[in-house]
């Protein structure tokens, strides 16, 4: 199945030529169909996904996955996909600027809901420009040029946050959950975190790493796990971690990480998005996963917006669920 986004691109392959640079793309088949229809173009992708990087691993591309990419050579084509959040349009350009040479074509693809619509006035506040070429698949395609050079480098921005007695300096960058703010659902969630003196404890699906990052330092004994399918968010937890003199290993994984095979306890503000995307697959398939991985007497804690139905998940998967605190339209759950 091939996003919309992607579809568009396979529209528009006539735009690409020799050495192209695919930024962010979607977790889809979109590399096995350019490889199928354009055999003779040189592919590279540039993804922070996890998901995404596993899935072009397979397809003989050149994978870039590391936050700020060391590339050796500019490309021909870089095909930029419209970032989810805002603020990561100019992070993502300023890491990959040394990929875009002189005669470097750059093309922006975008869905009309994740907002492309607005990219010439938000092209024009990084001093580029950008021109609408085609309008398909509720999707637009744009040709962006200008001095990327001059684009300036962008770097962990980080703010404090003093709750349940504790106060922790988080780092975040852009692209991040939340960027730069306290989610009020987290917020519940660090007022009701379990009671855990040690063990394995896994920080699912990190973000910035403030989950962890306050568990570490309300219980220093416990051996802290901090997992994120985004490369983004898990160099914005090591980040954390380091500015608080706190330690633990930090893990991109699409789902539950491999490692350790058990954990005594699991901490989450679990994703229900894909992209722009409502996808519940990833909570459902997370609580099913979290009862077997955790040891006996251990505990699943999570937080979620009161509409969402996932008390019932819980109790399908757990012998024991209750409710922790109710507040500002979300729940805390806890089940053993
Ligand atoms: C609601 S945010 C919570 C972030 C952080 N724990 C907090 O409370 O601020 C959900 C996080 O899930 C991550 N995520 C999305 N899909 C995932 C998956 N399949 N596996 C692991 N993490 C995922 C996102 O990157 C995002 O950081």
Redesign the pocket.
């Known amino acids: 199945m091939l996003a919309s986004t992607s579809q568009l691109v396979l529209r528009n392959i006539e735009d690409l030529s020799g050495k192209v640079l695919l930024v962010e793309p979607a977790a889809d088949s979109l590399a096995q169909e350019l490889i199928h229809q354009a055999p003779q173009l040189e592919l590279s992708c540039y993804s922070t996904d996890?998901?995404v990087a596993t899935n072009w691993q397979h397809s003989n591309v050149k994978l870039y996955t590391d936050v700020s990419p060391n590339f050796t050579d500019t490309f021909d084509t870089v095909v930029l996909f419209y970032p989810k959040s805002k603020e990561q349009l100019g992070f993502t350009l300023a890491q990959i600027k040394t990929a875009i040479g002189q005669q470097t074509q750059l093309f922006v693809c975008g869905d009309n809901k994740g907002g492309i619509k607005s990219l010439s006035s938000h092209a024009g506040k990084l001093g580029l420009s950008a021109n609408k070429l085609d309008n398909a698949k509720h999707c637009l395609w744009f040709s962006l040029f200008g001095d990327f050079s001059q684009l300036a480098d962008i770097s962990a921005s980080s703010f404090t946050i003093s709750t349940a007695g504790e106060s922790l300096i988080l780092h975040s960058l852009p692209g991040?959950?939340?960027h730069g703010k306290?989610?009020t659902?987290?917020a519940l969630?660090l007022d009701n975190l379990p009671q855990v003196s040690h063990g394995t404890v896994l920080?699912?699906?990190?973000?910035?790493?403030?989950?962890g990052a306050m568990l570490k330092r309300k219980h220093p004994a416990i051996e802290l796990f901090s997992?994120?399918?985004?490369q983004?968010?898990v160099k914005a937890t090591e980040l954390t971690l380091a500015a608080n003199g706190l330690s633990g290993r930090v893990i991109a994984?699409?789902?539950?990480p491999d490692t350790p095979k058990l954990f005594d306890c699991i901490v989450?503000?679990?994703?229900?998005?894909?992209g722009i995307k409502t996808d519940y697959s990833?909570v459902e398939s997370?609580i099913r996963q979290s009862a077997q991985r955790l040891a006996k007497h251990g505990s699943l804690t999570i937080?979620a917006n009161s509409h969402l139905a996932y008390l019932e998940l819980l109790q399908q998967a757990f012998k024991q669920v209750e409710v922790v605190a109710k507040a500002n339209g979300f729940v805390v759950y806890r089940a053993h």
Do not use: E, K
């Open positions: 996890t998901a991040v959950f939340n306290l989610d659902g987290t969630l920080d699912f699906a990190c973000g910035c790493g403030v989950v997992s994120d399918i985004s983004l968010a994984a699409d789902g539950l989450s503000n679990p994703p229900f998005h894909t990833i997370f937080v």
